[in-house]
């Protein structure tokens, strides 16, 4: 396709989500400067249909750790078409029970139960409903500026007043405090809390990372009153901060863990959640208690399948650690050299943030990373934060035209901005 065909594509795709999808996000799209369709991914990249290149460091956000279309993942997708890509659900799966085998034995301490889903807001949903069956309470401790997805469930257990005030009511029990602040959890935490559920690192609150000993903290807690411990490693899990889960950094294996994202490789939609042997007890009474009709079926299966045999030959999280350490110094440089424009920079591993002065700097340095053709942007819930979750298999060189392009952007902004 020749630039003008991609761009008579472009106007086209814009009309379209304009009266038939999402007009404000095309608009946001397009202010920004991003104004070209996806058409093609590899590796690192995403390719308009003219061939224009795109180095992507927001990665879905959290999803392609492992690039796009990593061949072995595409290539076991592939074959499971071939044989048989969704489930009848009355005969036993053999992918989803070697998938469900191979994650417990990457997951810490005795978790061993996996209930498969499509997204990482399904599995907050069915490790809240789990919660409450198996403690008999109705309470959930969460942290401020959470974020658990955008279902009922999630969404109440979320900390964004923002994305809850048009739903309002939402669910009931839900109690939240400051995140990181041990003592504050202590005494939110009553004989009718069901469960902490926490991640291990803020991710659309801003990459924020609790004080050292916070997550065996809040362990202690739990097994004090009687509660469980969830943790949500949705976009923190798989390698992408340097460790398989986020959580090993501090040894804390919760009762229940969320994940997605990454799990399905990049190639398919995969949510699960997995628990300890006695937490999933609540399932002998009545097998059906929760249900799904397409989670766990065999081409997602599949998908994850491959996608934690890569994460363990490639040493995902040794090349997320390593690399990591790489684009933190080169952001922690450029805070450096514009302390009037970045208030901090927060990250571990390939899950770096920096927070800007106020979101329309962060915006500025969008748009200025768009003209470089490097796909970035903020988080959800603290819009002054721009992430940078770029995959695994990005290279030093890349790493370091990055960092000159948010130089270039942050001079951009200084100009605009007369500073």
């Keep these: 396709m020749n630039p003008a065909e991609s761009a008579e594509l472009f106007d086209v795709t814009f009309t379209r989500y304009n009266a038939h999808v999402n007009p404000g996000m095309a608009t946001v799209v397009k202010f920004i400067g991003y104004e070209a369709v996806e058409w093609t991914a590899e590796g690192c990249y995403v390719y308009g249909p003219a061939g224009e290149r795109y180095l992507d460091c927001l990665g879905g956000p959290g999803v392609f750790t492992?690039?796009?279309?990593?061949?072995?993942?595409?290539?076991?997708?592939?074959a499971q078409l071939d044989r048989m890509p969704l489930s009848s659900h009355l005969l036993l799966?053999?992918?989803?029970?070697?998938a469900s085998e191979?994650?417990?034995?990457?997951?810490?301490?005795?978790?061993?139960?996996?209930?498969?889903?499509?997204?990482?807001?399904?599995?907050?949903?069915?490790?809240?409903?789990?919660a409450r069956m198996y403690t008999g309470r109705p309470g959930f401790v969460c942290?401020?500026?959470?974020?658990?997805?955008?279902?009922?469930?999630?969404?109440?257990?979320s900390g964004r007043e923002v994305y809850k005030a048009p739903f309002r009511p939402l669910l009931e029990g839900?109690?939240?405090?400051?995140?990181?602040?041990?003592?504050?959890?202590?005494?939110?935490?009553?004989?009718?809390?069901?469960?902490?559920?926490?991640?291990?690192?803020?991710?659309?609150?801003?990459?924020?990372?609790?004080?050292?000993d916070y997550l065996r903290a809040a362990r202690e807690i739990c097994d004090h009153a009687g509660a469980l411990l969830i943790l949500d490693e949705i976009q923190t899990g798989f390698g992408r901060t340097g460790t398989t889960w986020a959580c090993d950094a501090e040894g804390v294996c919760p009762d229940i863990m969320t994940l997605g994202k990454a799990l399905g490789g990049g190639v398919m939609p995969v949510g699960a959640f997995v628990a300890r042997p006695a937490v999933w007890d609540v399932f002998r009474e009545n097998p059906y208690i929760h249900t799904t009709t397409f989670g766990g079926n065999p081409l997602a299966?599949?998908?994850?399948?491959?996608?934690?045999?890569?994460?363990?030959?490639?040493?995902?999280?040794?090349?997320?650690?390593?690399?990591?350490?790489e684009l933190l110094a080169g952001v922690e440089l450029l805070?450096?050299?514009s302390p009037d424009l970045i208030r901090?920079?927060?990250?571990?591993?390939?899950?770096?943030?920096?927070?800007?002065?106020?979101?329309?700097?962060?915006?500025?340095?969008?748009?200025?990373?768009?003209?470089?053709?490097?796909?970035?942007?903020f988080t959800l819930n603290r819009p002054e934060v721009v992430r940078l979750e770029p995959p695994a298999l990005i290279t030093t060189a890349e790493i370091n035209s990055v960092i000159e392009a948010l130089r270039e952007s942050l001079q951009m902004s200084k100009d605009l901005l007369q500073l």
């Excluded at 417990?104 to 996996?114: Q, R, T």
């Excluded at 974020?147 to 109440?156: D, E, I, M, P, V």
């Excluded at 935490?189 to 990459?207: H, M, S």
């Design 143 to 157: 942290a401020e500026n959470a974020f658990h997805g955008k279902t009922f469930g999630a969404l109440s257990a």
């Design 93 to 98: 799966d053999p992918v989803m029970a070697e």
């Design 174 to 212: 839900f109690t939240h405090v400051p995140f990181g602040d041990a003592e504050a959890l202590r005494a939110a935490v009553t004989e009718q809390t069901a469960a902490v559920l926490l991640e291990p690192i803020q991710c659309e609150a801003g990459i924020i990372i609790p004080p050292a």
């Design 301 to 325: 299966c599949s998908a994850a399948l491959a996608a934690m045999e890569v994460l363990q030959a490639e040493n995902i999280a040794q090349r997320c650690a390593s690399l990591g350490q």
């Design 66 to 78: 492992f690039g796009h279309r990593h061949p072995q993942i595409v290539a076991a997708v592939r």
């Design 335 to 337: 805070a450096a050299e």
């Design 344 to 377: 901090a920079v927060r990250g571990r591993g390939l899950l770096v943030g920096l927070e800007f002065a106020d979101a329309d700097v962060g915006n500025l340095v969008i748009a200025g990373l768009a003209q470089h053709r490097i796909l970035a942007a």
């Design 102 to 130: 191979r994650l417990a034995g990457l997951c810490p301490g005795d978790l061993a139960f996996c209930f498969w889903c499509n997204s990482g807001a399904e599995a907050i949903e069915g490790a809240l409903k789990v």
